[in-house]
């Protein structure tokens, strides 16, 4: 077998269908990786070696016999660390849980076993997912997460280990979770694709709660194409999380027979870095080969606040024991031990006039988007920052997000994927936000705009060893 | 700071908190809980702002329950 890291899984999934390659062979692999590299950017909390190779072996066996599972069958993958596991600890990323076992698996976690994929380690992130208010990259018990383009800086949050890891060709594939820019954050900083599915598309049963409206969990990996196979495997109504859809998915990987339609909101770009916009303006001029293009004006709301303060609602409720007893005095950053206090300051009717104009936006914003494919933009309003550095944040008021306040806040999906790199060196990247259950056509259009360019080609200096 | 009216809500928001849990925070973290208070405030200020329709009603996902027996 050839090198298998920075193949897709596509491509490792047809290897191991025809016989070409063992899991085990594929497994090993990377979970020397994830053992050897994974410290280098503190992408890893647990590597489940005993485990991952007795899956290994055991989807060789069904494979040898004759029941192929799928692509994702014998494909090693990492979980964002916020995702219950049986057979290793669940750590919401805070030192105060570094043991904390629990005695069932995340739905997430179930359905890609049962796809069979091989879950090879629980990935890093920002303790509590980042709703608590950390200001700066250390804010997790594994350290800042490192990102593999530069190594002083940031992979981003709050799935960093699992953008840095699928980046460094850690595990082929990883899955996230994004409140409000947890998978597209990353998925910038990092130069990999991945994909927010629509509110209720993927279960969040076993996952941490940090705003039980705006949690969402999906897949970060090397192409759109990936994106698609794994949400297929994970897609689907759940009875233990009643806010699934019964809307089914099935991933169509067939590539779109017309050009696109793409809005750009006026105004997504102002007050976003300037090589972020300038590379997301050289992305949408590409894009017109294959698509139209035209801008479009959405009403002036406080999409941003009201987002925010449905953000800090929920998370001073779902987190109400730790901030009440005190325990949040354990976190690793400074601000994470004293704003959640502050987040008392949001009153009930805050918090429903919020809801109400959820409601007012996520109609507005279906009637805006219609007749188009997605809405483009910036992925993120600025690149990966020193480690050392305080970074931009809508979440903290300080820095713009437009789409990702409007997307999260009408659960809408989105793609992120690269789209040239800064002075710096690391990535940029460009989001396709669909309407509602249009995820096969946001992955059409990442897929089709991917055939215009090669920066997804590229991977990180120093992670070829 | 005092609107118009002499109503100081992020003082007196912070001066609540800080009749909970200050005894739990040094300072400089007091400090910092004045900030994170000023920009909740500063957060919840303009969807205060915006004017609804009685009828606007909240986007809940609240279902009733019937289990079966």
């Known amino acids: 077998m050839g090198n298998p890291v920075f193949l897709t899984v596509r491509t490792l999934g047809e290897l191991v269908r025809t016989g070409q390659v063992a899991p085990v062979e594929i497994v090993t692999t990377f979970l020397d990786r ?17 485990e991952a190779m007795k899956e290994a072996q055991a989807a060789a066996d069904e494979i040898r016999a004759g029941r192929y599972r799928g692509p994702l069958h014998g494909i090693p993958y990492g979980a964002k660390d916020l995702l219950a596991t049986r057979t290793a600890p669940t750590t919401w990323g805070a030192e105060l849980f570094r043991n904390r076992r629990f005695d069932f698996d995340a739905t997430v976690i179930r359905k890609l076993r049962d796809a069979g994929a091989v879950l090879a380690a629980k990935l890093s992130m920002v303790e509590f997912a980042g709703g608590m208010g950390y ?103 759940d009875a233990s999380d009643p806010s699934t859809t019964a809307q089914p998915f099935q991933y169509d990987p067939t590539p779109s027979p017309r050009r696109f339609r793409f809005g750009v909101i006026r105004g997504v770009t102002d007050g976003v870095e300037a090589t972020t916009r300038a590379n997301f303006d050289a992305a949408v001029a590409a894009m017109q080969r294959v ?50 206090y502050s987040r008392m300051a949001v009153l009930a ?117 | 700071m005092a609107d118009e009216k002499g109503y100081d809500e992020a003082g ?26 000023d920009a909740v405030l500063k957060t919840v200020s303009p969807v205060r702002d915006v004017p609804l329709a009685n009828g606007d009603a909240p986007l809940l996902g609240f279902a009733p329950v019937r289990t079966e027996e």
């Not at chain 1, 994830?34 to 005993?50: F, H, I, S, W």
């Not at chain 1, 009403?299 to 730790?322: K, M």
């Not at chain 1, 480690?387 to 789409?403: H, N, Q, T, W, Y």
């Open chain 1, 349 to 465: 009717k805050d918090y429903i006039k919020a809801l109400r104009l959820r409601s007012v936006v996520a109609a507005d914003m279906d009637r805006a988007m219609r007749g188009f494919d997605a809405l483009l933009g910036p992925s993120r309003p600025f690149p990966s920052t020193p480690l050392d550095e305080e970074f931009p944040s809508a979440i903290r008021g300080v820095g713009k997000d437009l789409m990702g306040a409007i997307g999260n806040l009408a659960g809408l999906p989105a793609i992120s994927v690269p789209d040239g790199f800064t002075e710096h060196g690391v990535p940029t990247g460009m989001q396709f936000m669909g309407r509602a259950y249009n995820e096969n056509i946001i992955l059409a259009a990442a897929s089709a705009y991917q055939t215009l360019t090669d920066w997804h080609l590229r991977h990180p200096s120093g992670t070829a060893e």
């Open chain 1, 34 to 50: 994830l053992e050897k590299l994974g410290p280098r950017y503190n992408a890893v909390v647990t590597v489940m070696r005993d």
């Open chain 1, 135 to 237: 200001r700066q990259p250390n804010a997790s018990l594994t350290g800042p997460g490192v990102n593999p383009w530069d190594t002083n800086r940031w992979s981003g949050g709050s799935s960093s280990g699992s953008g840095s890891a699928v980046a460094a060709g850690l595990v082929p594939f990883a899955i996230g979770s994004e409140t409000w820019g947890s998978i597209l954050g990353p998925s910038n900083h990092c130069g990999i694709a991945g994909l927010r599915p629509t509110f209720g598309r993927v279960s969040r049963h076993g996952a941490m709660v940090l705003s039980w409206s705006l949690d969402k969990i999906g897949p970060m990996a090397l192409s759109p194409d990936d994106c698609g196979l794994i949400l297929d495997a994970i897609a689907g109504a």
């Open chain 2, 12 to 37: 007196l928001t912070y001066a609540a908190l800080m009749q909970h849990y200050g005894g739990r925070l040094s300072p400089e973290m007091a400090e910092m809980l004045r900030g994170a208070v």
């Open chain 1, 291 to 340: 698509a139209d293009i035209e801008e479009i004006s959405i009403a002036a709301l406080p999409y941003e606040e009201i987002t925010r303060t449905i953000l800090f609602g929920e998370l001073a409720s779902a987190f109400e024991d730790l901030i009440e007893d005190g325990r949040i005095a354990a976190l690793t950053a400074l601000e994470d031990r004293v704003t959640p």
